[in-house]
């Protein structure tokens, strides 16, 4: 087909300005930002609903605010941008402020996620922590943490623990975290409440006059030579004296409150103070038993005290029937207030013993572990 | 018939020309983050955690393709892809939505389970206790089972209210731990309550 001189002029015209259309075009494109930024915009979003709706997310609302501010200004030159006509539109600015707000919106994340790790190094090393406090051998220094000490604030702390370990294995770390802050707040109260229980074995003056009075018993025992009891409520023994020295000595279980001194019935304490065996019974609930003559004048002129000061009621009673028996267990104090040892252990005891026999029952004494050392 | 053939190309040209030019899915991106954005709460976050993930990644990857392909000379563009890409995002972020609220309705019902069986527990255990072998011997062991039911009790009450604000996760706890103590009261109270029948 054969094209005149005319057309043909037309169509190198018309290639020429589709080449120069192009060529603009490029230089145009490149001469700034003109692609909208797109994924900028949707990691922006993405990173603030993280930010909203994070782990912890509010600890950091502050900053959260802060940067839905700068968010909302990349968004608003944006959308200036996006209305004006295509070919006057460049994004250089846009994608500076949103480069920005990301920026800043990834920081926030990292903050978040150090958090996240920190709480859960934190969660792990006080769950760990308290794990080893709430164990049963536990030694921190502290008297009473050598006993097993049944008690609403520790089965409060235990249980706590125990959700706050389930918890942690389900991802809950913040939930968790609060358990066991729970559990160290229940655990603190226990701590105090068996520090002030116990308090009264580390002073000076009661453990002179414990001293004092183990160290009179043995001194009868030297002077007599006859047999004697010296209980040992702290080291949990029994010890039977002759002529003053060691002849035997016996695990003992206390009363279920033994750490305090007994002052009514059913206190389930374990009194202290000197005291005589004042019968024998060869068979009774626990075997054999030794009644002791519990209460004493020493206990009643205590009694009728705290009775006048109205710290017991004016229908509280004293108590008695306090007995040294058998059916001990192993490391449980049970009893209301008796003295148990294991059934062989009881009767030779009861072997040994007679109606009359002096016992001492005291709260701790440096002669138990000097009369065992020898 | 030259004049014709000249007009007949350029208009065949201009529509060619025009076909090509695709133009960005802007319906779909604006859909498509809409419903990423719906997705975007605490629950899916919480419950359906990697399937938003998902949906923002490929929501993240068909964006980065319609940049691509905005950067490219106007006859070159091609959308298809990135189409596909928001489609699929769409369907993920639905989908993260759906799995958060199947999740959540499960953890609730489980919640729910539990913590519906367990007024009955404690009653049980409470009348355990009322019939335990009572004595000197036991009344330790009674102290300690009476500790365990009072903080059992507690972890109900905080299960509900657990319940009550929608932490599921926390409430199941709670209310496993209180049925785990009194279910070990009940059991223990049997077992004594066996071993004093045997003496006799």
């Not at chain 1, 934190?122 to 406090?133: F, I, M, P, V």
Request: hydrophobic fraction near 40%; charge should be positive; glycine fraction near 6%.
């Amino acid at each position: 087909m054969a094209v005149s001189g005319k057309t043909r002029v037309i169509l190198v015209a018309t290639a020429l300005a589709l080449f120069a259309l192009v060529g603009t075009y490029e230089v145009w494109m490149q001469s700034g930002a003109r692609t909208r930024p797109w994924p900028l915009e949707a990691y922006l979003e993405s990173s603030l609903a993280e930010c909203r709706t994070g782990p912890g997310a509010y600890a950091f609302m502050r900053e959260c605010v802060l940067l839905e501010i700068r968010a909302d200004e990349a968004r608003r030159y944006l959308f200036e941008e996006d209305r004006d006509l295509f070919l006057w539109r460049d994004y250089t600015d846009v994608n500076l402020r949103l480069v920005s707000a990301c920026l800043d919106a990834q920081l926030l994340r990292l903050k978040m996620g150090l958090r996240q790790q920190e709480q859960k190094a934190k969660l792990a090393a006080s769950l760990a922590c308290l794990q080893g406090e709430l164990g049963a051998n536990n030694h921190n220094g502290k008297i009473w943490s050598r006993f097993d000490l049944s008690d609403i604030e520790r089965t409060r702390a235990r249980s706590l623990a125990d959700q706050a370990q389930s918890l942690a294995a389900k991802g809950e770390i913040e939930s968790a975290l609060n358990h066991t802050f729970r559990a160290w707040a229940a655990w603190r109260r226990f701590n105090d409440q068996s520090d002030q229980e116990f308090a009264r074995f580390e002073d000076a003056a009661m453990q002179e006059k414990w001293d004092r009075e183990a160290a009179s018993l043995r001194s009868w025992s030297s002077e007599t030579g006859r047999r004697a009891i010296l209980v040992d409520k702290l080291a949990h023994r029994c010890l039977l004296l002759k002529g003053g020295k060691l002849e035997k000595s016996y695990t003992a279980n206390l009363g279920r409150n033994w750490y305090r001194q007994k002052i009514q019935e059913r206190d389930a304490s374990t009194p202290e103070g000197h005291y005589r065996v004042r019968r024998m019974f060869p068979s009774g609930k626990y075997g054999f038993a030794l009644l002791l003559d519990y209460p004493n004048s020493a206990d009643r002129e205590r009694f009728e005290e705290l009775r006048r000061a109205g710290v017991l009621s004016p229908t509280a009673r004293i108590g008695g029937g306090v007995e040294i028996h058998g059916g001990g267990r192993l490391d449980s104090d049970w009893t209301e207030g008796c003295v148990s040892l294991e059934t062989s252990d009881m009767r030779d005891l009861y072997r040994r013993s007679s109606v009359g026999m002096r016992v001492t029952i005291v709260g701790t004494s440096r002669l138990t572990s000097s009369l065992q050392g020898q | 018939m030259k004049k014709s053939f000249l007009a007949i190309s350029l208009i065949v040209g201009c529509s060619l020309f025009l076909a090509a030019c695709a133009s960005a899915p802007t319906a779909e991106i604006t859909a498509t983050k809409a419903a990423v954005a719906t997705a975007q709460t605490d629950d899916v976050r919480t419950y359906a955690p990697d399937s938003l993930k998902a949906a923002e990644d490929e929501l993240n990857k068909a964006l980065a393709e319609v940049q691509t392909q905005d950067g490219k000379f106007f006859v070159s563009r091609d959308y298809k892809q990135a189409s596909a890409g928001l489609k699929s995002a769409k369907d993920l972020a639905e989908k993260a939505a759906s799995d958060a609220q199947a999740n959540k309705a499960k953890a609730k019902s489980d919640a729910e389970a539990v913590l519906a069986a367990l007024p009955q527990s404690i009653e049980e255990a409470k009348k355990a206790l009322a019939k335990a072998p009572k004595g000197k011997d036991t009344r330790a062991d009674i102290e300690a089972m009476q500790n365990d039911l009072k903080v059992a009790e507690e972890a109900l009450t905080e299960a509900n209210t657990a319940m009550s604000s929608g932490q599921y996760k926390d409430a199941l706890t709670k209310a496993e731990s209180a049925k785990e103590k009194t279910s070990a009261i009940t059991e223990q109270v049997q077992k004594a309550l066996e071993k004093v029948r045997g003496r006799r």
